[in-house]
Nanobody, 131 residues
Framework: EVQLVESGGGSVQAGGSLKLSCVAS????????MGWYRQVPGKECELVSS???????TYSDSSQGRFTISPDNDKKVVYLQMNNLEPGDTAVYYC?????????????????????????WGQGTQVTVSS
């Protein structure tokens, strides 16, 4: 059974860095498009970064220039390096794998997991940035 497990979250001060990991079991990232999403309670789900099977990487306006998505196919891990963190980055971060990248259109991230493109998702890791 495929599982995605996120880790690396924590509490940091503004300006600090965290590196999130998304570890996959029973799958290879070459076969899926990957996305890092985040959710703030009461707010809409946001696609922070994505990486397609062809190597294309995308970033949201809020993460561009500060976050970097990268794979380690040997270790079956997708990383999200987050630098210069801001209080607005506080959220639960999720990784998801599918046959396409889904851009949220409202609601929480669980709506994204129900999209026909999405195959697997993790339980999330909390990131808290204090000012």
């Amino acid at each position: 059974e495929v599982q995605l497990v996120e880790s690396g979250g924590g509490s940091v001060q503004a300006g600090g860095s965290l590196k999130l990991s998304c570890v996959a079991s029973e799958m290879t990232f070459d076969d899926y498009d990957m996305g890092w999403y985040r959710q703030v309670p009461g707010k809409e789900c946001e696609l922070v970064s994505s990486m397609r099977r062809d190597g294309t990487k995308t970033y949201s306006d809020s993460s561009q220039g500060r976050f970097t998505i990268s794979p380690d196919n040997d270790k079956k891990v997708v990383y999200l390096q987050m630098n210069n963190l801001e209080p607005g980055d506080t959220a639960v971060y999720y990784c998801a794998a599918g046959t396409g990248v889904v851009i949220p259109t409202g609601g929480n991230c669980h709506r994204v997991w129900g999209h026909r493109y999405i195959r697997y998702w993790g339980q999330g890791t909390q990131v808290t940035v204090s000012s």
